[in-house]
């Protein structure tokens, strides 16, 4: 994953509240995973070693968003460009559970951007494989029991206040077990957030913030 950026929910905001809280909640049954902060990952493999290449793909994403914005203001839209449509337990690592996120054209269109210009080649000619989600639980723990299946879907409707129904089959061969959100008022966020460039090499409690921008 190497230099990473991030799509985060504003500090303090509904959204960054409850999905903290969540990520807490499911930590607490596999003690030896860690925290991390609430986020999408937009792009990875960031060719930006400096503070100067940092700050261009920030100012990158800040101009895409001032764009959007105009956008929706100018068509009245007000859709999130962060919103859930399923949850899932996976069989890799960063994917051990997630809330998988409806495919927003503009959350989209921002990472293929950043991903082109500013990914390593072999990368970005990969963009169609990507698919927007939220982590909730980083785990090598596999496969997922029944038990803690069940324990993990009643924690995310209790602490999201969803109604979690179970797919009739999975995404891909990397989902062990996927959920339908059918609840309306799904937790979701917009503009404003923030974006984070992230030094993920090494251990989950090495990684660090290189840069970051409010938009």
Sequence with gaps: MSIALWYCPPQGSVAYEIISQLISSLQTMFPSSLLFEPHITIATNLLCID???RNQVLTSCV?????INKEL?????RDPLVSFNSCSIGKKFFKKVTLDCNENKYLMSIAKIIQEMYSDPEVASKMDTFHPHVSLLYSDVKPMSKAYSRMIQQRVQDTLDIQLDEAEETVDEDT??????S???VISWNIPG???IVNCEGPIEQWKVLGSVDV
Excluded: E, G, L
Excluded at 63 to 67: E, G, H, N, P, V
Excluded at 176 to 181: A, E, G, L, Y
């Design 63 to 67: 101009a895409a968003i001032q764009s």
């Design 194 to 196: 923030t974006f984070k």
């Design 73 to 77: 203001i100018k068509n009245r839209k």
């Design 51 to 53: 503070k100067d290449a």
């Design 176 to 181: 062990q077990m996927s959920w339908n959100i």
């Design 183 to 185: 609840s309306k008022n």
